[in-house]
């Protein structure tokens, strides 16, 4: 199992912005953030092929999020900018053994999690 360690979140003022931190114990072939926030299912955000580089994000965090990496530390982020309430949510890191599917984040698809972390916007 891949071990995952999420970092970076807190609570903001709307339009703020946090950036996630995602610590993975190795290389996967597809990460992603997802969050569940209160009362909703757990929802994809975005997903990076480590090898390719080649991102997606979900169109509610299109021109808001962006996600990238840092291979050589087997990291990923989820820079967060504008942020709404709507965002309010606990935030994890996944990966998945297979490599990314072409615009999509499922959680389904994804193997090992990280414990979360809270953002909170008001």
């Known amino acids: 199992h891949v071990q995952l360690v999420e970092s970076g979140g807190g609570s903001v003022q709307a339009g703020g912005s946090l950036r996630l931190t995602c610590v993975a114990s190795q290389r996967a072939n597809c990460m992603g953030w997802f969050r569940q926030g209160p009362g909703k299912e757990r929802e994809g955000v975005a997903t990076?092929?480590?090898?390719?580089?080649?991102?997606y994000l979900v169109d509610s965090v299109k021109g808001r999020f962006t996600i990238s990496q840092n291979n050589a530390k087997n990291i990923v982020y989820l820079q967060m900018n504008s942020l709404q309430p709507e965002d309010t949510a606990m935030y994890y890191c996944?990966?998945?053994?297979?490599?990314?599917?072409?615009?999509?984040?499922?959680?389904?698809?994804?193997?090992?999690w990280g414990q979360g972390t809270q953002v909170t916007v008001s």
């Open positions: 996944a990966t998945s053994h297979w490599n990314c599917y072409e615009n999509q984040a499922d959680p389904t698809d994804f193997n090992d």
């Open positions: 990076i092929n480590p090898h390719s580089a080649t991102s």
